[in-house]
Nanobody
Framework: QVQLVESGGGLVQAGGSLRLSCAAS????????MGWFRQTPGKERQFVAA????????SYADSVKGRFAISVDYAKNTVYLQMNSLKPEDTAVYYC?????????????????WGQGTQVTVSS
């Protein structure tokens, strides 16, 4: 079992930056691949970014490539999502998730554990 707690969300103007954090308790991050997803009301949860359990492979949704970056601090058991050049369409609840896999997973159903989510609102 692993528990995930996201933080770092908030209100930011378009063009601004935020860094989301996801801290894990329980098993260490080196046992899991990690991902970030987001969801807006009435829509399905969407893939944003993912990193392999070894941290040597990453994947991004086309909509965030070049603006967002996922990273891991294994010593702190924390995964981050650095979000730059934010746009109003990035507004959503952002969730982190982990999966016991060596690969980079981009589908919601592939993940085993989820955090509670953190709200990101980008004003125009």
């Amino acid at each position: 079992q692993v528990q995930l707690v996201e933080s770092g969300g908030g209100l930011v103007q378009a063009g601004g930056s935020l860094r989301l954090s996801c801290a894990a308790s329980g098993r260490t991050f080196s046992s899991y691949g990690m991902g970030w997803f987001r969801q807006t009301p009435g829509k399905e949860r969407q893939f944003v970014a993912a990193i392999s359990r070894r941290g040597d492979s990453v994947s991004y949704a086309d909509s965030v490539k070049g603006r967002f970056a996922i990273s891991v601090d294994y010593a702190k058991n924390t995964v981050y999502l650095q979000m730059n050049s934010l746009k109003p369409e990035d507004t959503a609840v952002y969730y982190c998730a982990v999966v016991e896999s060596f690969g980079v997973m981009t589908r919601v159903y592939q993940y085993d554990y989820w955090g509670q989510g953190t709200q990101v609102t980008v004003s125009s």
